[in-house]
């Protein structure tokens, strides 16, 4: 009978040496892999993998105990209804890693990109997503039909979200204007239809302009999206300008140009907002009616250095014409009577 009793009882305690042993090395396999990814997170030069190395860690050391857990429970029938528990375990552990994750991405583009607000709004919006998706999923494990909740979950969602289909264009066109940094907080930008000023500030709804005449233009974020935008500060602060100019029939065009230039560097050199090293430009282009048109081109440090370095050049090429005789003509008209 001892014998017999022996027998029975021998391969259950195998099982559970066996189980033993799993969880163990289970144990050791998820310490080996935080210990790394805590490490590769210690010395990542770059900050963005350090901080989602960082967010991995304890996912994965759970993650791998709980795995093995449930292949050391399937050797024990005895412990069958365990793994139901390790299943919802495992769906915790699941919200657990994506919520810390979204959490490291937000952090490191909130940081950088200036999106503030806009992403922070974004990661509440997922993680109560992960939630209730993740509430379904626990439901659905302990037995019970979530067929109808996970309709009715998704037609709620449509309901919402075509309620809220102004509010969510918006809020998703500034999180592309802030990721795609095309525009920035600071920049002097104009819109196809003519407005400009500098941007002030992107919120999650709409983006806000203050004009040189300081008025504050508020736009929506999805309209601003859709607009042809010109950016003067990107790539370089720095532009050229054209101005237009003409002299008469008469006019020794080679002095006109000569004079025109001088001029015209001695501007950039005294005036603020000049760029001194630039060589400018002088470009006959038109017969007119009543001058021989032509373009100076200039450049300055910025959009706004414009309005005194046209002022002073206009000036100063008056000045210079009236003392060397070249004349700027008024518009006339010559009328031919036939008799």
């Known amino acids: 009978m001892l014998v017999g009793g022996l027998e029975d009882w021998l391969p259950i305690v195998e099982d559970f040496i066996f189980t033993a042993f799993i969880l163990f090395f289970s144990l050791l396999l998820a310490l080996l892999f935080y210990f ?70 937000v952090e490191r583009y909130a940081r950088e990109r200036i999106v503030y607000k806009s992403l922070i709004g974004m990661r509440r919006i997922v993680n109560a997503f992960i939630y209730v998706i993740a509430i379904i999923i626990v439901i659905g494990l302990l037995g019970y039909d979530v067929t109808a909740l996970a309709a009715g979950f998704g037609i709620s969602a449509l309901v919402v979200a075509l309620a809220l289909q102004s509010t969510l264009s918006n809020y998703f066109a500034g999180i592309y204007i802030t990721m795609e940094r095309s525009i920035k907080i600071g920049d002097y930008v104009e819109l196809e239809g003519g407005l400009s000023g500098f941007v002030e500030e992107i919120t999650w709804r709409s983006t806000k302009i203050r004009t040189l005449l300081d008025n504050l233009v508020i736009i929506p974020n999805a309209k601003l999206a859709e607009s042809i935008i010109t950016n003067y500060y990107d ?21 006109v140009e000569r004079v025109t230039l001088n001029v015209a560097r001695q501007v950039l050199r005294s005036v603020s907002g000049g760029v001194e090293t630039f060589e400018p430009l002088v470009r006959f282009n038109n017969f007119g009616d009543s001058n021989i048109e032509f373009t100076v081109i200039l450049r300055v440090k910025s959009i706004v250095d414009q309005y005194l370095v046209k002022h002073e050049f206009i000036k100063e090429l008056t000045k210079a014409y009236a003392k060397e005789g070249i004349e700027i003509a008024y518009p006339c008209r010559n009328i031919f009577l036939r008799g």
């Open 36 to 105: 790394i990814l805590r490490k590769y997170a210690a010395k990542a030069a770059d900050e963005r993998h350090k901080s989602i190395a960082g967010a991995f860690a304890l996912p994965v050391f759970f993650g791998v105990v709980l795995a093995g857990a449930y292949l050391a429970v399937l050797r024990l029938p005895q412990l069958a209804f365990v793994t139901v528990l390790l299943k919802v375990l495992g769906v915790l552990v699941g919200v657990f890693a994506s919520i810390r994750l979204i959490g490291a991405l």
């Open 235 to 255: 790539p370089t602060r720095e532009m050229n300008i054209r101005i237009n100019c003409g002299v008469s029939y008469g006019s020794d065009l080679e002095k």
